[in-house]
């Protein structure tokens, strides 16, 4: 079992930045891809970044150049560095674990709980 605890979101300007960040407690963490998902109100869930183990990542075309995944290993940590940030960009970030990562998609195994982000215009 893999418990995620998000942080680092909030309310910020259009044109602003954010990072988010999530620690990983229980199973061991550098073998297992992470990464984001995020709901808008009244939208489906978006997968918007992934990185593997080794480092590979992949990323949305809606955050594609403004938004950075990295992570730490031996913090058990996974970053998401949000930068020109748009109101459309509202929405509840979930932090990811496990599971299977692929180009265009990623299908997780655990989520955590969310941080909310709120971009104003």
């Known amino acids: 079992q893999v418990h995620l605890v998000e942080s680092g979101g909030g309310l910020v300007q259009a044109g602003g930045s954010l990072r988010l960040s999530c620690t990983a407690s229980?199973?061991?963490?550098?073998?297992?891809?992470m990464g984001w998902f995020r709901q808008a109100p009244g939208k489906e869930r978006e997968f918007i970044t992934g990185i593997t183990w080794s480092g590979d990542t992949t990323y949305a075309d809606s955050v594609k150049g403004r938004f950075t995944i990295s992570r730490d290993n031996a913090k058990d940590t996974v970053y998401l560095r949000m930068n020109s940030l748009k109101p459309e960009d509202t929405a509840v970030y979930y932090c990811?674990?496990?599971?299977?990562?692929?180009?265009?998609?990623?299908?997780?195994?655990?989520w955590g709980q969310g941080t909310q982000v709120t971009v104003s215009s």
């Open positions: 990811v674990a496990d599971g299977e990562l692929r180009s265009t998609y990623y299908y997780p195994t655990f």
């Open positions: 229980g199973r061991t963490f550098p073998n297992y891809p």
